[in-house]
């Protein structure tokens, strides 16, 4: 039972670079979430999307973009990376209140 | 906007002792409030629920309080154990599952 994966788990880019963030999850979960983790703070939600083919912003949204063209897959998108998205990344996938995460993607941007 | 507040300093207690975490929140009361245990590279793992509604929740050695009124949720590890040593993180949901906000969390250390 592999509950959500996140691919890949560390990376490096360089400042301006893009990349691709995999989330998947085998629960049949209609809600999937990314969020990213900063010292000291909670986790701040970036995109969301309530079931297949939808997408919403969180609180943290600029920088980022989402699709979720399957009910099982969420990806997350970074068009041009910049330093201040250097963090952790946990998605996360619910049938409802009760989050379960994958194990965090650790992105650093130099 | 909804902020939440924990104690950023760590707790320390001794195995068997019982630890209390708090998390306090302003402006509106959630719907639910819920706990999360997070372990070092590791994402949050979902520990319990508790409904505005409900004043206290139970399973195994946890046990959450809800008190609307002073805004404050405590979370109890009771016959603490050095493998409860973890981050706990507080969060609160207002919709049902979409918009949850979490807390930086507390930093437990028990010691044997």
């Known amino acids: 039972n592999a509950g959500v994966t996140q691919t890949p788990k560390f990376r490096v880019l360089k400042t301006g670079q893009s990349m691709t963030l995999l989330c998947a999850q085998d629960?049949?979960?209609?809600?999937m979430y990314w969020y990213r983790q900063d010292p000291g703070m909670g986790l701040r939600l970036i995109h969301y999307?309530?079931?297949?083919?939808?997408?919403a912003k969180g609180e943290v949204p600029d920088g980022y973009n989402v699709s979720r063209l399957k009910k099982q897959n969420f990806l997350l998108g970074l068009e041009s990376a910049a330093p201040s998205q250097t963090s952790v990344y946990f998605c996360a996938s619910s049938p409802g209140p009760e989050a379960f995460f994958g194990q965090g993607t650790r992105l650093t941007v130099v | 906007s909804q902020k939440i507040e924990q104690n950023s300093e760590a707790l320390n207690i001794q195995e068997g002792k019982t630890a209390t975490l708090t998390c306090n929140y302003t402006?509106?009361?959630?719907?639910?409030l819920q706990w999360y245990r997070q372990d070092p590279g590791r994402g949050p793992v979902f520990l319990l629920l508790i409904r505005e509604n409900e004043k206290e929740k139970r399973k195994e050695r946890l046990k959450v309080t809800f008190d609307t009124t002073l805004k404050q949720s405590l979370f109890h590890i009771t016959a603490s154990q050095p493998a409860d040593s973890a981050t706990y993180l507080c969060?609160?949901?207002?919709?049902?599952?979409?918009?949850?906000?979490f807390g930086a969390g507390t930093r437990l250390f028990v010691k044997a």
């Open positions: 969060a609160l949901d207002r919709t049902g599952g979409f918009k949850t906000i």
């Open positions: 629960m049949n979960h209609e809600y």
């Open positions: 999307s309530v079931g297949e083919g939808t997408t």
């Open positions: 402006n509106y009361s959630p719907a639910y």
